[in-house]
């Protein structure tokens, strides 16, 4: 090793940083955990059991709030805001494409409504 070449011996006394792979592009934020993660994405386990819920009828008032809390361990305000996300989520449709649709049907009509 010569005087002027760094403690990893790169010759021009920088340290070594690794191959070069392109320009960077900021830094890594993770997983992309919202709905549009593509449509190689599958349903995560969670929102495919509440489209499952959706998609069933109800014996009556509660009963499905009930089912909500016991069967899926989440509140029902969390299930609906869930719900919503998946209403505009393309995996969703591809999923269970009948009740997404009657979702949105449902939605528009109320919002219409307003």
């Known amino acids: ?3 002027d070449a760094s403690p990893d011996g790169r010759p021009d006394g920088r ?3 690794g191959p070069d792979t392109g320009p960077d592009t900021g830094p890594d934020t993770g997983p992309d955990t919202g709905p549009d993660t593509g ?3 599958a349903l995560t386990a969670a929102e495919a ?7 069933r009828t109800w014996p009556g008032p509660g009963a ?14 969390r299930y609906y805001q869930l719900l919503n996300v998946l209403m505009d989520d393309p995996r ?21 409504r307003r």
């Open 1 to 3: 090793m010569t005087d």
């Open 15 to 17: 340290p070594d940083e």
């Open 39 to 41: 449509p190689d994405k």
């Open 49 to 55: 059991a509440v489209l499952a819920y959706e998609g």
């Open 64 to 77: 499905k709030e009930r089912a909500i809390r016991e069967g899926l361990g989440m509140t029902p305000v």
């Open 92 to 112: 969703a449709l591809a999923h269970a494409p009948g009740t997404v649709n009657r979702l949105r049907r449902i939605r528009e009509v109320q919002r219409a």
